[in-house]
């Protein structure tokens, strides 16, 4: 597998020979207004990560991942109950001896959202699991041999069957991956050069680029010490606080370039938000993007994000796990997330869903307790399924008590005459 450098090389682009006959697109790109002439500023991972958009979108949605539930479930004649031991505590608390399950798993989901592969292997006690160890992409290699693949890590191979591999999107050959950061490094590297901009235009005190206008000095050091002084004079205006300075008799101070505001710059950075959570597939509202945010459209962005996104990742963490830990064959087990612990903050929902699962039977008292991580009633009390006592069965009549009148002595007379 080749990963693509942390320092991306450049060749460098010949400048064209410009002639009378020359075409516009020939002239731009002398006037370096099109092709390759300007270069963004190289996007590698620990550049990317200084633009606040790409390190809150790889941290919330690593850190989301890795904080949902994960277990392990066996299905036994027909019935399907949630598993318990070693398997479990692999899973959901301590991969290995020195990883906890939510380091573990936020590790190997920044490395999918990033350089764009997640990797870990599995160690074996015959063909018992007993640990999970995360590896580093950019040091693991991939190649086939009669069709399979194979892992070469720390000098070590490894089969395909040991390995958990996420990739973000597969290249054509079924070996490399694409990753976010480096498949989407134009719109990276555009917010840096604006954020470069900016931290440029206010670390000099808000003053653009200027020109000086107005009788010259002759001669080049006659020029520089012209230069010298009105630079000192800008310099001493700063530091003092003066709203203006001094200039020669006869000479002006131009801006030179586009003022920031005319050039849209605030409204740019915010696209720059919306474009990397595009990449992403994340809702802008979990950048911290609240432009165009709305009541409604916010609470349809949260559900919008389970749905079409961390559902989606947490279905491609339990396949691989599924295949890699039981085999292609394996039914009986299989492994999967809780979703539910999405609204893990959110109290009254999560108190109200269990109540309406408990009154339709889906759960039973103790089960809706153990979500909760409280004991369950004792003496058996809340481990038979509830549910409403007016929901009948479609056709069966309730058993009702006959109205009683008041007369059931003349009723009675009447008969034996």
């Avoid at 991956?177 to 901009?197: E, V, W």
């Avoid at 440029?200 to 002084?229: M, W």
């Amino acid at each position: 597998m080749r990963l693509w450098p942390r320092r991306e090389e450049r060749s460098v682009v010949p400048v064209p020979e410009i002639t009378s006959g020359a075409t516009i697109q020939e002239w731009g790109e002398f006037w370096g207004q099109g092709g390759d002439a300007v270069a963004l500023p190289i996007v590698t991972i620990d550049t990317a990560l200084q633009v606040p958009a790409v390190l809150g979108a790889v941290m919330f949605l690593s850190r989301t991942l890795a904080a949902l539930p994960l277990h392990a479930y066996r299905t036994a004649e027909g019935e399907t109950e949630k598993a318990d031991g070693e398997l479990q505590m692999l899973l959901n608390e301590a991969p290995n001896p020195e990883w906890s399950s939510f380091q573990f798993r936020q590790y190997f989901w920044q490395q999918v959202f990033t350089g764009g592969r997640g990797m870990a292997w599995i160690e074996r006690n015959g063909t018992r699991p007993v640990a999970i160890w995360p590896l580093d992409p950019t040091k693991t290699t991939i190649r086939r041999e009669a069709g399979r693949k194979i892992y070469r890590f720390d000098g070590r191979d490894y089969p395909a069957r040991d390995i958990i591999d996420v990739p973000f999107a597969l290249k054509p050959n079924q070996v490399d991956a694409y990753g976010p950061i480096y498949t989407c490094r134009q719109a990276i590297g555009l917010a840096i050069a604006m954020n470069n901009f900016a931290s440029g235009f206010f670390a000099g005190g808000g003053v653009p680029p200027l020109a000086l206008e107005g009788p010259l000095p002759t001669g080049p050091e006659a020029l520089k010490r012209a230069y010298a002084d009105i630079r000192r004079a800008i310099d001493l205006a700063r530091k003092t606080g003066q709203s203006f300075f001094g200039m020669p008799p006869g000479h002006t101070l131009k801006a030179v370039g586009t003022d920031p505001d005319k050039g849209q710059m605030g409204d740019a950075r915010l696209f720059q938000i919306q474009e990397i959570a595009r990449g992403y597939n994340l809702p802008p509202v979990f950048l911290q993007d609240l432009s165009k945010g709305t009541f409604s459209n916010t609470e349809q962005q949260d559900l919008q994000l389970v749905k079409h996104n961390i559902g989606q990742w947490a279905r491609a963490f339990e396949d691989e796990l599924n295949l890699k830990l039981f085999g292609q064959r394996r039914r009986s087990r299989r492994v999967k997330h809780n979703l539910d612990g999405l609204q893990r903050g959110d109290f009254k929902s999560r108190i109200d869903g269990l109540a309406r699962a408990i009154q339709t039977a889906q759960l039973t008292p103790d089960e809706a307790r153990g979500i909760e991580d409280r004991a369950a009633y004792p003496d058996g009390v809340g481990a038979r399924p509830l549910v409403q006592g007016a929901t009948v069965p479609l056709g069966s009549q309730p058993l009702l008590p006959t109205p009683s009148t008041g007369n059931e002595g003349d009723d009675q007379a009447v008969t034996e005459a």
